[in-house]
């Protein structure tokens, strides 16, 4: 297959819709028909049922769409590492990239890059701070070069990771809230508290699972809606300095460690990334 047909197939099964998808690629609709019709005879497979409103993924076309965007993300990473690497061979210093969630890790971020600042052979550090479920995403199409991750909510596979800090999670709520007298929550009472659901994150995609939570995109708005009352919020322990007035927290008695780790792609010869792990490592 052609990283140009992988393309068209993404955005067709994205879209859901041959007409949205031509216009998103900037192509006109027939021959975007056609080379998704040579892709299934190529590959032997029906990749989509059409209908009236557009089309639906089958069973291979799942497969393919997520084995797609693997391998369209490790193309567009390769492209972004072969400039960077460029770059180093004129002489140009190559800085490292460092994603993580915003509002996550503060504290240790803020230990780590000073600590590493101080490092005799320390490059720039850009640091770029996304919504969950974002970083692993960035860090395999190049967008970073090595992220702050937590285990068990990101995925880790394909990375290199040291581990960093193991923690309890707690509840989040407004003060003042009946449930923020107790001692300790389960999981399932802390997700059935009827007037707090808990805020839906967005898909790497920008949609939003369905539920009746609000919709949200950073940590500082949803702990506004915290102290207002509208929902409740599950975080790592340490997210307690963090935290001002107006919020109760609650330990979650049956709810999974949550491990943060550095991660960064195995093939990555980057010194600076080399540095930076060496120092969170020892931190």
Same mark, same amino acid.
């Given at each position: 297959?052609?990283?140009?047909?992988?393309?068209? *197939?993404?955005?067709?099964?994205?879209?859901?819709?041959?007409?949205?998808?031509?216009? $998103?690629?900037?192509? @006109?609709?027939?021959?975007?028909?056609?080379?998704?019709?040579?892709?299934?005879?190529?590959?032997?497979? $029906?990749? *989509?049922?059409?209908?009236?409103?557009?089309?639906?993924?089958?069973?291979?076309?799942?497969?393919?769409?997520?084995?797609?965007? #693997?391998?369209?993300?490790?193309?567009?990473?390769?492209?972004?590492?072969?400039?960077?690497?460029?770059?180093?061979?004129?002489?140009?210093?190559?800085?490292?990239?460092?994603?993580?969630?915003?509002?996550?890790?503060?504290?240790?971020?803020?230990?780590?890059?000073?600590?590493?600042?101080?490092?005799?052979? @320390?490059?720039?550090?850009?640091?770029?701070?996304?919504?969950?479920?974002?970083? @692993?995403?960035?860090?395999?199409?190049?967008? #970073?070069?090595?992220?702050?991750?937590?285990?068990? *909510?990101?995925?880790?596979?394909? *990375?290199?990771?040291?581990?960093?800090?193991?923690?309890?999670?707690?509840?989040?709520?407004?003060?003042?809230?009946?449930?923020?007298?107790?001692?300790?929550?389960?999981?399932?009472?802390?997700?059935?508290?009827?007037?707090?659901?808990?805020? $839906?994150?967005?898909?790497?995609?920008?949609?939003?699972?369905?539920?009746?939570?609000?919709?949200?995109?950073?940590?500082?708005? &949803?702990?506004?809606?915290?102290?207002?009352?509208?929902?409740?919020?599950?975080?790592?322990?340490?997210?307690? &300095?963090?935290?001002?007035?107006?919020? @109760?927290?609650?330990?979650?008695?049956?709810?999974?460690?949550?491990?943060?780790?550095?991660?960064?792609?195995?093939?990555?010869?980057?010194?600076?990334?080399?540095?930076?792990? $060496?120092?969170?490592?020892?931190?």
């Amino acid at each position: 297959m052609e990283t140009r047909e992988l393309r068209y *197939f993404v955005a067709v099964a994205e879209e859901q819709h041959v007409g949205r998808a031509a216009e $998103r690629l900037g192509m @006109a609709q027939p021959p975007l028909s056609r080379a998704i019709a040579q892709l299934e005879r190529r590959l032997g497979a $029906r990749l *989509f049922v059409r209908g009236p409103r557009g089309v639906t993924l089958t069973a291979p076309g799942h497969t393919l769409l997520e084995e797609g965007r #693997a391998a369209l993300a490790a193309v567009d990473a390769a492209e972004r590492r072969t400039r960077r690497a460029a770059d180093a061979g004129r002489g140009t210093t190559a800085g490292v990239v460092l994603t993580a969630k915003a509002g996550a890790s503060s504290e240790l971020m803020a230990k780590l890059l000073d600590a590493y600042a101080a490092e005799p052979d @320390a490059v720039e550090v850009e640091v770029v701070l996304s919504p969950p479920g974002h970083q @692993a995403l960035m860090l395999r199409d190049g967008r #970073a070069d090595v992220a702050i991750l937590h285990d068990p *909510f990101d995925d880790l596979s394909g *990375f290199d990771t040291e581990p960093l800090v193991v923690e309890d999670q707690v509840l989040v709520l407004p003060a003042g809230h009946p449930a923020s007298g107790r001692t300790s929550l389960s999981v399932a009472e802390a997700r059935s508290l009827p007037d707090l659901p808990p805020p $839906r994150w967005p898909r790497v995609d920008g949609s939003y699972p369905d539920g009746p939570g609000p919709e949200l995109r950073d940590l500082t708005q &949803v702990l506004q809606l915290v102290r207002l009352g509208r929902t409740a919020l599950v975080l790592p322990e340490s997210a307690r &300095v963090n935290l001002r007035d107006g919020l @109760a927290v609650v330990p979650l008695c049956d709810a999974p460690q949550v491990t943060t780790v550095i991660a960064w792609p195995p093939q990555s010869t980057s010194t600076g990334v080399a540095g930076l792990v $060496r120092t969170a490592t020892r931190l």
